[in-house]
């Protein structure tokens, strides 16, 4: 079993910054794969960004490359999302996630991003 709680969401003004969180708990050697996904209001879930198991390689959706920066402390397994430059665009919820094999099996309740213009 597997339990991830996110924090870090908030308000902030157009270009500003936010880090966000995943606090990871339980068999969390199995995945090879950490991700963090947003949902906007009215909008389905998006991929946002991904790490592998070592943190050797990355992955970021086109709208947030250069902007966000996903990042992993494996020793406190923890899960990051650095954001910068943000954008009202950039507003929803974000929820961190674990893949074993193809399957993202693993969620967190979500934490709210609100970047006012």
């Known amino acids: 079993q597997v339990q991830l709680v996110e924090s870090g969401g908030g308000l902030v003004q157009t270009g500003g910054s936010l880090r966000l969180s995943c606090a990871a708990s339980?068999?969390?050697?199995?995945?090879?794969?950490f991700g963090w996904f947003r949902q906007a209001p009215g909008k389905e879930r998006e991929f946002a960004a991904a790490?592998?198991?070592?943190?050797?390689?990355?992955n970021y959706a086109d709208s947030v490359k250069g902007r966000f920066t996903i990042s992993r402390d494996k020793a406190a397994n923890t899960l990051y999302l650095q954001m910068n430059s943000l954008k009202p665009e950039d507003t929803g919820v974000y929820y961190c996630?674990?893949?074993?094999?193809?399957?993202?099996?693993?969620w967190g309740q979500g934490t709210q991003v609100t970047v006012s213009s």
């Open positions: 339980g068999r969390t050697n199995s995945a090879h794969l």
């Open positions: 996630a674990l893949r074993v094999g193809s399957t993202w099996g693993a």
């Open positions: 790490i592998n198991w070592a943190g050797t390689h990355t």
